[in-house]
């Protein structure tokens, strides 16, 4: 019975020892490259989204990046895409190299890295006078814009009125912060990164042609709207519309 114990005892002692000395060998590896992509150049203040791929159950995603951001990530039903993490609002200080490390069973199995960006809100590549605009048709657009307000809400909308029965809207998925806006031709943008822009003129809606891009600036503390040699759908006729803008915020 004694001898039995013993053999117990040393065969336990072997298992435990083959098993601690297959993950050392496991873990000695040097981990394989993995890809890690960015949404940047990020403009300030708009959300990092870091992504790489994605293994499931059992696999911890270590994050660390500039000025000691660091972040560790699973599987799980809160998260069920842990090779993904977001910076809601980035900063500046944010631009840097980002790193990932994937680890299964205790050993770290892939790394990756990628640097980020971070800029400030571009300008508009064009150069329109305050609260007015350039048409190449005459009645929509290419006018100034002596009344500008806005409300608030699900969508936020932008009107300026000038000229003859004319008024200018941009119109946003909720409150617009400086930055960069792909359009949706329509009354209302399908995403918070989207906007829509029309031009009521008399009886008639003329509309800004999808994937245009509308810019969004801070001026001295009040917003600033602007786009720049954009189409316009023309309802009454063949004649091509292409209109620049810009309107602040009083």
């Given at each position: 019975m004694r001898f039995f114990t013993t053999f117990i005892l040393i065969f336990a002692l072997f298992s435990l020892n083959s098993c601690q000395k297959t993950k050392?060998?496991?873990?000695?590896?040097?981990?394989?490259p993995v890809g890690l992509s960015s949404n940047g150049p990020v403009i300030k203040g708009w959300p990092l989204v870091l992504n790489t791929v994605h293994y499931g159950t059992g696999y911890i995603y270590k994050?660390?990046?500039?000025?000691?951001?660091?972040?560790?990530?699973?599987?799980s039903w809160e998260n069920y895409e842990p090779n993904k993490v977001t910076i809601d609002s980035a900063s500046i200080n944010?631009?840097?190299?980002?790193?990932?490390?994937?680890?299964?069973?205790g050993c770290v199995i892939e790394g990756g890295s990628?640097?980020?960006?971070?800029i400030e809100p571009p300008l508009p590549?064009?150069?329109?006078?305050?609260?007015?605009?350039t048409s190449t048709l005459g009645g929509v657009g290419g006018t100034t814009y002596t009344s500008v307000s806005h409300s608030g809400g699900i969508?936020?909308?932008?009107?300026?009125?000038?000229?003859?029965?004319?008024?200018?809207?941009?119109?946003?998925k909720g409150t617009p912060k400086p930055g960069m806006y792909l359009v949706d031709q329509g009354y209302y943008p399908s995403e918070s990164d989207h906007a829509a822009v029309y031009i009521q003129s008399g009886f008639y809606d003329f509309f800004m042609e999808s994937y245009h891009t509308v810019y969004v600036n801070e001026v001295n503390g009040k917003l600033q709207f602007s786009f720049?040699?954009?189409?316009?759908?023309?309802?009454?006729?063949?004649t091509e519309i292409i209109i620049s803008a810009k309107v602040t915020l009083p």
């Open positions: 050392k060998e496991s873990c000695s590896k040097p981990p394989e994050w660390r990046g500039p000025n000691g951001w660091a972040m560790e990530t699973t599987d944010n631009s840097g190299r980002y790193f990932v490390e994937i680890i299964h069973e990628v640097d980020v960006q971070i590549p064009c150069s329109v006078s305050n609260n007015s605009s969508y936020y909308s932008v009107y300026a009125s000038g000229g003859i029965n004319q008024t200018i809207n941009f119109i946003f720049c040699n954009c189409h316009f759908n023309n309802p009454v006729g063949s």
